[in-house]
């Protein structure tokens, strides 16, 4: 160095050496100007070198979490990827160009094998299709792919795959190459990783970047004199932070104003710790603000060369490390520690939530395993395990044979027989066994096993799980009980029955169903599609009588059948058969054929018979009219004439017969226009008239009639209708008179004292329409509680005393009752037995143009405004003729009996 630059005067060393003695280097002072270095000069030299020296150690201390992150002992790092490579639920393949060279269990299920072995050595494009989904040839698209994965350290496509029954299986792959024995191999992974890849890359990247500019970047180095506010900051420095060499002056403000806020108090503690001789050495880690206006992780280190006789500093001599990318890996390796721990844990979690214990064994490779597999044989049982047979760790033997001890006497063989298979055949250990459990009771165990051999084929480690099935034992069990019952049932149901799935094929059929339509046997097992049935209905001549149509009414069923919900009915060699099918959640068709040829027959009896029995209705009605009219009219004659008689000079004894002729013959006639009108009325041939009248001269009439005979019998009758009755209403008058005048006559018939009252009201119905309501109430005898529920039937009164006392038909209410339905109404009563009896009748009625609803009858207008006095009578009838007055215009004032002294005035 100095040779080959003559202008270089002045030389000075000193050796850099470690603690252990080995030569790192030399520091060097050099200078154009001849110099001689002073005992003092030569001590500071000596002073830099081994802080040179001791800097350098620190920051090779300070890059070995990484070096200590990959110099976790290879077995134990072997150990867990073993483990998460055969129990991930997702597919791994190791594989170079000859083959598949190992995979886990989850690879060979999702392929459709059932041991390893039928995997190892096949090629990946040897488990896939011809061709792949964009039509180039798998073997060539792998080759491409693998290529791809080299180059590109890692790849991910989508890639179809074949399982061994032909089904092919939509995959993501992931591949990567790995170093395996000195050689590179590829790790391949059948599952969706396009996230976490994408990221690991970019984390592997960023880390790469980082590294390399740390590698290149080298420190910045500071020289203080803690006595002044001078620094000398290295251009270095300077550029950590992103400023040119004149962008920094060397202040000491420079540095401590560039120190993050949440970091100013920690760091210039530290460093006062220093300075007061607290510390050795000055190491603090913050951030500092960049030229970017970003903050940067600097490491800075420091100590002081020279104090003062007093002990003050003298001179600080440090350095500033970037550690933007140090931080970086550090998070890195954190996020990816987090990330392994949390999948153990997962994997744990599972384990012990699935009710799911592990165990592990090991075999030296010294001697054959089968010398070492014995009832000695050491055993790890996870806590978890030990758990599922009522154990706590260190109450249950480590051996093989504390294992074989709770097997049921029946497993035992089996049990044995599972693992041997494994160690020997390479046979994954899957078997359903009973272990004892600590109570003496029984479970059902699962139990599975894989075995880890060395390169020549050699157990090295076998481990496994054991779980807890007895609950799903337990259920299927119970299942295969409900299917036997449900099975039964369904035989034993007289009907056919049948279960098609989504495909339309059939599930489950009973016999019924086979012997309704006369079908073959192959039809009632399951897969048979339900076009095939149709056709051996076809073949076996059931549908002889559709003729040419046979195809067309097989499409129909075929359209029938999907459209579920409808019931129907088909009519099949002279049977009538209904068909009730349902759609199940799960896309299953339950289909119930049931016969109903005799229900059919029986219908169409019925049927006919009502047909017959509504002819003789017919035909007696007709009789009882055509017979009524007979008898009408030579009776309408007897009652002329002895009218006429009654007119003519008669003894008494003439008279007295005349008369009782008359009123038998009254009453005969009465009777015969009942029977008339009921036989109208049940056949159906009773029209209304609708014609105006008024409703206040047709009760006026109809009191009239009546008042005789409650005159008679001294009882007062009363009428009172409401002013908004209408003047005129539109309907069947006649009809109406005798719905009044039949309540009337059968309210003085049972009433032996007191009154009867007629009250009609009318409310406004729907447009030129009124509701109008007729009461009639009695104080006769009432009606008893049994005779209630029979009071409006054909010739029924309340009992057989009352025909022989009061004598009638019972057609009465009957024909009132229908009379009112006709009007769009109805009857009600009540009534309270010795009291006396209420019928209410309702009924509806347009309203003639010449009426008004809600509005009273006109009043004389002679009479509006004049004054009128009630004297004596029933309260009723003054109550009754008070409201007739009110409805002229006129005051009133009642007297239960004259008396001068009375009087108003």
Request: charged share 25%; aromatic share 6%; net charge negative.
């Amino acid at each position: 160095l100095v040779t080959a630059h003559a202008g270089i005067r002045f030389y000075a060393a000193a050796a850099l050496v470690d603690s252990a003695g080995h030569a790192l280097g030399t520091l060097c002072v050099l200078d154009r100007q001849p110099r001689t270095l002073e005992p003092r000069q030569r001590e500071a030299l000596i002073q830099l070198a081994r802080t040179v020296v001791r800097l350098l150690s620190e920051r090779a201390t300070s890059t070995r979490p990484e070096e200590r992150a990959q110099t976790v002992p290879q077995s134990a790092a072997e150990e867990r990827f073993r483990v998460l490579f055969e129990y991930s639920s997702d597919a791994h393949l190791i594989f170079d160009a000859d083959g598949i060279i190992d995979c886990n269990q989850a690879a060979v299920a999702m392929i459709g094998c059932t041991a390893k072995s039928q995997m190892i050595g096949l090629h990946p494009a040897r488990l896939s299709p011809r061709l792949q989904p964009d039509g180039r040839r798998s073997g060539e698209k792998c080759i491409e792919m693998d290529a791809l994965a080299r180059q590109r350290g890692h790849h991910r496509f989508e890639w179809d795959h074949l399982r061994q029954d032909g089904v092919i299986i939509p995959v993501e792959v992931t591949l990567t190459p790995v170093p395996l024995a000195g050689r590179t191999v590829l790790l391949a992974v059948w599952h969706d990783l396009t996230q976490r890849k994408h990221h690991e890359a970019v984390e592997r990247q960023r880390e790469r970047r980082w590294l390399l500019a740390l590698e290149a970047s080298g420190d910045g180095v500071w020289d203080w004199e803690p006595g002044s506010r001078q620094v000398y900051f290295s251009p270095r420095w300077k550029a950590l932070l992103g400023h040119a060499v004149d962008g920094i002056s060397d202040d000491f403000d420079e540095w401590a104003r560039r120190i993050h806020p949440e970091d100013q108090a920690a760091v210039h503690a530290e460093l006062q710790a220093h300075l007061a001789g607290a510390t050795t050495h000055y190491v603090k880690e913050y951030r500092m603000a960049c030229f970017d206006g970003g903050w940067k992780w600097v490491l800075d280190r420091g100590q002081v060369v020279e104090r003062h006789p007093d002990g003050r500093p003298r001179r600080m001599i440090g350095t500033l490390s970037d550690l933007s990318a140090r931080r970086r890996m550090e998070d890195s390796l954190q996020i990816e520690q987090e990330r392994f721990r949390a999948s153990l844990a997962r994997f744990d979690l599972v384990a012990s939530g699935a009710a799911m214990g592990i165990w592990e064994t090991r075999f030296a490779t010294d001697r054959p395993w089968q010398e070492q597999f014995g009832d000695l044989q050491p055993f790890y049982w996870s806590p978890r395990l030990l758990a599922i047979i009522g154990h706590e760790d260190g109450d249950f033997p480590a051996r093989w044979s504390a294992l074989v001890a709770l097997m049921h006497p029946d497993h035992v063989a089996l049990g044995h027989a599972a693992f041997t298979d494994c160690l020997d055949a390479g046979v994954p250990c899957n078997v359903e066994l009973q272990l004892r459990h600590r109570s003496g009771r029984y479970l059902w165990i699962h139990a599975t096993g894989e075995v880890e051999r060395d390169g020549a084929g050699r157990p090295l480690r076998m481990a496994g799980s054991l779980s807890d099935i007895t609950a799903r034992k337990r259920n299927e069990e119970l299942l295969g009980q409900t299917q036997v019952r449900l099975l039964d049932a369904v035989s034993a149901i007289d009907a056919g029955f049948v279960m098609f799935d989504h495909d339309d094929c059939v599930v489950i059929c009973n016999a019924r169903f086979i012997d309704l339509y006369g079908l073959p046997e192959w039809c009632s097992r399951p897969g048979t599609p339900y076009r095939d049935i149709l056709k051996a209905l076809i073949a076996q001549g059931s549908l002889h009588e559709l003729g040419d149509r046979q195809e067309e009414w097989v499409a129909e069923c075929l359209t029938a059948h999907l459209r579920t919900g409808h019931d129907r009915e088909v009519r099949l060699a002279g049977r009538w058969i209904r068909i009730a099918e349902r759609r199940l959640a799960d896309g299953d068709i339950v289909s119930l054929h049931t016969d109903v040829t005799t229900l059919k027959r029986a219908a169409e009896e019925m049927r006919q018979a009502r047909d017959l029995a509504e002819q003789a209705t017919r035909s007696k009605a007709e009789f009882l009219a055509t017979m009524s009219h007979e008898i009408r009219t030579p009776m309408n004659g007897v009652i002329g004439m002895t009218s006429m008689l009654l007119d003519t000079a008669l003894t008494a004894q003439q008279l007295e017969y005349a008369t009782i002729v008359r009123s038998c013959g009254d009453t005969l006639v009465a009777l015969i226009n009942d029977i008339l009108d009921f036989s109208k009325i049940e056949a159906g041939a009773l029209q209304l008239e609708r014609i105006p009248f008024d409703p206040r001269r047709l009760i006026e009439d109809a009191l009239a009639v009546v008042a005789a005979q409650a005159h008679a019998k001294g009882l007062e009758l009363v009428a009172m209708i409401a002013p908004q009755v209408p003047e005129s209403l539109i309907g069947d008058p006649a009809r109406l008179r005798q719905i009044v005048f039949n309540l009337l006559s059968n309210a003085i018939k049972f009433t032996a004292r007191g009154e009867v009252v007629l009250m009609l009201d009318a409310a406004p119905a729907e447009a030129g329409c009124v509701a109008a309501t007729l009461t009639v109430r009695d104080t006769g005898i009432g009606i008893p509680e049994h005779a209630r529920a029979h009071l409006f039937q054909p010739f029924a009164q309340a009992d057989s005393t009352t025909t022989r006392r009061f004598g009638g038909t019972g057609l009465g209410l009957v024909i009132c009752q229908r009379l009112a339905t006709y009007m769009d109404g109805g009857i009600t009563f009540a009534s309270e037995p010795g009291r006396g009896s209420e019928f209410t009748c309702l009924m509806r009625f347009a309203v003639c143009a010449t009426g008004t609803v809600g509005a009273p009858p006109p009043a004389t207008p002679g009479l509006i405004g004049r004054n009128a006095l009630l004297i004596g009578g029933h309260p009723l009838a003054r109550q009754a003729l008070r409201a007739l007055l009110l409805g002229w215009g006129m005051r009133s004032a009642e007297l239960a009996s004259w008396s001068p002294d009375a009087a108003p005035a």
